[in-house]
């Protein structure tokens, strides 16, 4: 179904249970599960939150501006795409990150040809940094890197199996769907992904695979065309 993805991860997934920090079989687990969809002949970026190290908004009001606040989120994606492609190399895969504010030698500079290359060759390209300004989620910035690259869609791994009528983890009668459209989901306020990154994928169009990343095999099962999680489309 989908040949080229961009896989989106919070930065709470490579916490753990207690979604801080860098968890080790956290980190093994993502690796290999992007491991064996590479294997099998797919191309996958992937774009990490930092929520696990800092988020900007809980800056604010804290002794952070906002501007400095989101800076220092975007280091913390930086981070958790060093620790990721670091557990991607010992599986086997090559793996390469870039930013998008230059950080050489620690990083390349985020060139979309360059992040193309790397996935025809049969790597991953882990796009970190956000978009490089402020006040724009890893949300946005994994949909406007969805688009550069011609993703096929953006898959985004979370502690639910999709999307529902109301937060499962609160509301017991929660209702989930296995395919809505962009529409339904601003008319009926479902928080897929804030409305910068909503809109950026409406534009594309570029479908949103909402699934539970914690479910084994599922990232390499929705690749080979399984009805996983909520599919979310123009």
Request: aromatic share 6%; charged share 20%.
């Given at each position: 179904?989908?040949?080229?993805?961009?896989?989106?991860?919070?930065?709470?997934?490579?916490?753990?249970?207690?979604?801080?920090?860098?968890?080790?079989?956290s980190?093994?687990?993502?690796?290999?599960?992007?491991?064996?969809?590479?294997?099998?002949?797919?191309q996958?970026a992937?774009v990490?939150?930092?929520?696990?190290?800092?988020?900007?908004?809980?800056g604010?009001?804290k002794?952070?501006d906002?501007?400095?606040?989101?800076?220092?989120g975007?280091?913390?994606t930086v981070?958790n795409?060093?620790?990721?492609a670091?557990?991607?190399?010992?599986?086997?895969?090559?793996?390469?990150?870039?930013?998008a504010t230059?950080?050489?030698?620690?990083?390349?500079?985020y060139?979309r040809?360059s992040?193309?290359?790397?996935?025809?060759e049969?790597?991953?390209?882990f796009i970190?940094?956000?978009?490089?300004n402020?006040f724009?989620s890893?949300?946005?910035?994994?949909?406007?890197?969805a688009?550069?690259?011609?993703a096929?869609?953006?898959?985004?791994?979370?502690?639910?199996?999709?999307v529902?009528t109301?937060?499962p983890e609160?509301?017991?009668n929660?209702?989930?769907?296995?395919?809505i459209?962009?529409d339904e989901c601003?008319?009926?306020?479902?928080?897929?992904?804030?409305?910068t990154a909503?809109?950026?994928?409406?534009?594309g169009?570029?479908?949103?695979?909402?699934?539970?990343i914690?479910?084994?095999?599922?990232?390499l099962?929705?690749?080979?065309?399984?009805?996983?999680g909520?599919?979310?489309?123009?």
């Amino acid at each position: 179904m989908y040949k080229r993805v961009l896989l989106k991860l919070s930065g709470e997934s490579l916490g753990g249970v207690a979604g801080k920090g860098l968890d080790e079989e956290s980190l093994l687990k993502f690796a290999q599960e992007i491991a064996s969809s590479v294997r099998a002949g797919y191309q996958i970026a992937v774009v990490n939150g930092g929520g696990n190290i800092f988020r900007g908004l809980q800056g604010v009001g804290k002794g952070y501006d906002r501007v400095t606040g989101d800076r220092m989120g975007m280091l913390a994606t930086v981070i958790n795409s060093l620790a990721m492609a670091s557990a991607l190399r010992g599986q086997g895969v090559r793996a390469e990150v870039f930013t998008a504010t230059p950080m050489e030698p620690i990083a390349k500079g985020y060139v979309r040809e360059s992040a193309v290359k790397v996935l025809e060759e049969g790597g991953v390209a882990f796009i970190a940094g956000g978009t490089g300004n402020p006040f724009f989620s890893t949300d946005s910035g994994a949909a406007l890197r969805a688009l550069e690259i011609g993703a096929d869609a953006l898959l985004k791994g979370t502690r639910v199996d999709g999307v529902y009528t109301a937060d499962p983890e609160k509301d017991p009668n929660a209702v989930k769907y296995d395919e809505i459209t962009f529409d339904e989901c601003l008319i009926k306020h479902l928080k897929v992904m804030d409305q910068t990154a909503f809109a950026l994928c409406e534009q594309g169009p570029v479908p949103i695979v909402v699934f539970d990343i914690n479910t084994p095999g599922a990232l390499l099962r929705i690749l080979e065309g399984e009805k996983l999680g909520t599919v979310v489309h123009a």
